[in-house]
C-alpha cells in the first residue's frame, strides 16, 4: 500500500519537473526568441540609419556637385561676357578708325569735287569770254566791211548798177566768212546744230542756203538721212532739222543716255577728269531742264560710287 503511494508521488513529483523543466525551456526559448528579434530590429535599425546616412551623404554631394556646376557656370558667363565686352571694345575701335577715315576720304573727295568744280567754272568763263571777244571781234569786222561797204565806190565798169554788181558781191563776201564744221553723228547734235545755225546768223543765209549748207557739212551715217527725204524737200531746211532731230535729237535718246549713266563706270585707262566730263556730257544730254544742283549732286554721287 505505502509502496503503491509512494511510486505514484515519485511519478507526479516527475511530473512535475518535467513540466518545469518544459516551462523553463519555453520561458528560455521566450527569451531567445525575444532577443532575437532585438538583434534583428537593432540590425535593421542600423542598416536603416546606414542608408539614411549614405542618402544623406549622396545628397550632400549631389549639392556640392550642383554648386560646382553652377559655380564653373557663372565663371563661364562671366568669362564670355569679358570676351564680348572685349570683342565690342575692339569692333568699336575699328569703327572709329573707319569712321575716321572715310570722314577722311569724304573731306578730300569733297576737295577734289570743289577744285575740279572751280577748275571748270574757270575753264568755262575762260571759254565764254573767248567766245564773246571772238564774236565782238567777228561783229566789229563785219561792222568795218559794211562801213566800207556803204562809203566806197562799188563800180568797176560804167553802166553796171551798184546793187547788181560790186555792191552784192561785197555784201555777201562780208557776210559769208564762217564755215560751219562737218558733222558725222557721233558729235552731240544739239551743240553742233547752236553751231551751224550760229554760223548762218553770222553769215547771214537765207533758209535755202541753210539747208544747201547743212547737206554740204553732213559725213557718215549723218549724211544718210537725205535716203529719207524727197529730192525736192532737201532745199527746205525745216525738213532736214525734223530729220536730223528723230534720228540723233537728245528727246529721242534720253533713256538711252540715262541707261548710259547707270552703266557708265571708270575705265583702266581713263583719268578722273576724263570720266567726270563724261559723265558730266551724259547727265546734260539725259537730264537737258534738270536745274543745276540736281546735276552736281548726281555727278558727286556717281564719282563717289567710281
Known amino acids: 500500500m505505502v509502496n503503491t503511494r509512494s511510486t505514484k508521488y515519485n511519478e507526479e513529483t516527475t511530473t512535475m519537473d518535467d513540466d518545469k523543466k518544459t516551462v523553463r525551456r519555453q520561458e528560455r526559448r521566450r527569451q531567445e526568441d525575444r532577443e532575437e528579434a532585438e538583434r534583428r530590429e537593432e540590425k535593421r535599425r542600423q542598416e536603416d540609419e546606414r542608408r539614411r546616412q549614405e542618402d544623406r551623404e549622396e545628397a550632400e554631394r549631389r549639392r556640392q556637385e ?35 577715315r572715310i570722314d577722311g576720304v569724304e573731306q578730300q573727295i569733297d576737295q577734289r569735287i570743289k577744285k575740279k568744280s572751280r577748275e571748270k567754272l574757270e575753264d568755262t568763263r575762260r571759254q565764254v569770254q573767248k567766245e564773246i571777244l571772238e564774236k565782238i571781234n567777228r561783229l566789229e569786222h563785219q561792222l568795218h566791211r559794211t562801213s566800207i561797204a556803204d562809203s566806197g565806190d562799188y563800180s568797176t565798169s560804167p553802166g553796171i548798177p551798184l546793187q547788181n554788181s560790186t555792191y552784192m558781191h561785197a555784201e555777201r563776201s562780208v557776210h559769208k566768212i564762217l564755215k560751219p564744221p562737218t558733222y558725222d553723228g557721233q558729235s552731240s547734235w544739239s551743240m553742233y546744230r547752236r553751231q551751224f545755225e550760229a554760223a548762218a546768223k553770222a553769215n547771214g543765209w537765207t533758209s535755202q542756203e541753210m539747208a544747201t ?29 525734223g530729220a536730223l532731230e528723230v534720228r540723233y535729237g537728245h528727246k529721242y535718246l534720253r533713256q538711252v543716255y540715262q541707261s548710259q549713266i547707270k552703266s557708265r563706270q571708270q575705265r583702266s585707262n581713263e583719268s578722273l577728269q576724263e570720266y567726270e566730263a563724261d559723265i558730266e556730257r551724259l547727265i546734260h544730254l539725259a537730264y537737258p531742264q534738270a536745274p543745276k544742283n540736281f546735276s552736281n549732286k548726281l555727278a558727286s554721287r556717281l564719282l563717289l560710287m567710281a
Open 213 to 241: 549748207s547743212l547737206v554740204i557739212s553732213l559725213r557718215g551715217q549723218a549724211l544718210e538721212i537725205l535716203q529719207s527725204i524727197p529730192e525736192e524737200q532737201q532745199n527746205d531746211y525745216d525738213r532736214i532739222i
Open 66 to 100: 550642383d554648386e560646382r556646376r553652377r559655380q564653373e557656370d557663372r565663371d563661364e558667363a562671366e568669362r564670355r561676357h569679358q570676351e564680348i565686352c572685349e570683342s565690342q571694345q575692339v569692333i568699336n575701335t575699328r569703327l572709329n578708325a573707319f569712321s575716321g
